[in-house]
């Protein structure tokens, strides 16, 4: 089955950056949903940010927008998630996850919705900002 590999992640003191990839094997990503999440200690994981299949669609939550860009390269199987002006708040495991592109769901109910949301998940990387 697909398999998610996500790096990138580390120490950084706020207002710095960080570039998260996300690598897919196993199957090719080109019909797949792909998406960034995270969660922070005694909470539940929340989408951070989430690309089509294309690439022409994405989400982002509202805590990151005009912080993080979400992009993929479906040649090498890699989205991408860049963290820019980093804030203390973002520390957390942030995961890469999967769902294949359905013309039911929106990219935005892929990356909010429990019950609609991803079914494949990487193990995650640790971002920490602070300083």
């Known amino acids: 089955q697909l398999q998610l590999v996500e790096s990138g992640g580390g120490l950084v003191r706020p207002g710095g950056s960080l570039r998260l990839s996300c690598a897919a094997s196993?199957?090719?990503?080109?019909?797949?949903?792909i998406g960034w999440f995270h969660q922070a200690p005694g909470k539940e994981r929340e989408g951070v940010s989430c690309?089509?299949?294309?690439?022409?669609?994405?989400y982002y939550a509202d805590s990151v927008k005009g912080r993080f860009t979400i992009s993929r390269d479906n040649a090498k199987n890699t989205v991408y998630l860049q963290m820019n002006s980093l804030k203390p708040e973002d520390t957390a495991s942030y995961y890469c996850?999967?769902?294949?592109?359905?013309?039911?769901?929106?990219?935005?109910?892929?990356?909010?919705?429990?019950?609609?949301?991803?079914?494949?998940w990487g193990e995650g990387t640790l971002v920490t900002v602070s300083s």
């Open positions: 996850a999967a769902r294949r592109q359905s013309s039911f769901l929106t990219v935005r109910v892929m990356c909010t919705s429990s019950q609609y949301g991803m079914n494949y």
């Open positions: 690309i089509s299949s294309s690439g022409d669609t994405v």
């Open positions: 196993g199957f090719t990503s080109d019909y797949y949903v």
